[in-house]
T-cell receptor
Framework: GEDVEQSLFLSVREGDSSVINCTYT??????LYWYKQEPGAGLQLLTY?????DMKQDQRLTVLLNKKDKHLSLRIADTQTGDSAIYFC????????????FGRGTSLIVHP | GAVVSQHPSRVICKSGTSVKIECRSL??????MFWYRQFPKKSLMLMAT?????????EQGVEKDKFLINHASLTLSTLTVTSAHPEDSSFYIC????????????FGPGTRLTVL
């Protein structure tokens, strides 16, 4: 299986919350990231969490980390049409020179 | 701060020609830059790690003679796709390790290469 796995698609109604899930396999992960990619563009770092943290909140974004289950989630509150994009989960390890391993990305579609 | 640019954003070329893609860190010095390739509906695949003043380190399965990487200065890395073929068509993204060598990476906007 892949080192970082995500579901490929998520569809939500505008104003609802979106939850994008990610699982990873490397227990020595040090940082876990969420990136956003809009069509035809590069990746934008949304937020990241250090592996000794359980939760991080930044405005509409909440990241939850369950290290025991190797599960990471990104919650977007009050999802807007501008949030439609592909969201990549990534993890780095000190042994990997902090080069991120990416999931395949979750395509978030927000409809009115 | 920490802006990375790529040029060109799109390029179309004929099969057999070579294409150069530039990656620049605009407001910081990047001793390490990375080149990724992204296939449709796929994750980013790391192609190589580029360190200023030294040879790039290529990932397994990436042809170093096909994808030439040069990191001649602390703000510029180039990727040259030599003798391009249609299967080289892809979205190429570079990133640079942040200022002071931190672990965060900053990504360029990507270059869409289409080989006819």
């Amino acid at each position: 299986g892949e080192d970082v796995e995500q579901s490929l698609f998520l569809s939500v109604r505008e104003g609802d919350s979106s939850v994008i899930n990610c699982t990873y396999t490397d227990s020595s992960s040090t940082y876990l990231y969420w990136y956003k990619q809009e069509p035809g563009a590069g990746l934008q770092l949304l937020t990241y969490i250090f592996s000794n943290m359980d939760m991080k909140q930044d405005q509409r974004l909440t990241v939850l980390l369950n290290k025991k289950d190797k599960h990471l989630s990104l919650r977007i509150a009050d999802t807007q049409t501008g949030d439609s994009a592909i969201y990549f989960c990534a993890e780095t390890t000190s042994g990997g020179s902090y080069i991120p391993t990416f999931g395949r990305g979750t395509s978030l579609i927000v409809h009115p | 701060g920490a802006v990375v640019s790529q040029h060109p954003s799109r390029v179309i070329c004929k099969s057999g020609t070579s294409v150069k893609i530039e990656c620049r860190s605009l407001d910081f010095q990047a001793t390490t830059m990375f080149w990724y390739r992204q296939f449709p509906k796929k994750s980013l695949m790391l192609m190589a790690t580029s360190n200023e003043g030294s040879k790039a380190t290529y990932e397994q399965g990436v042809e170093k003679d096909k994808f030439l990487i040069n990191h001649a200065s602390l703000t510029l890395s180039t990727l040259t796709v030599t003798s391009a073929h249609p299967e080289d068509s892809s979205f190429y993204i570079c990133s640079a390790r942040g200022p002071a060598g931190g672990v965060e990476q900053f990504f360029g906007p990507g270059t869409r290469l289409t080989v006819l």
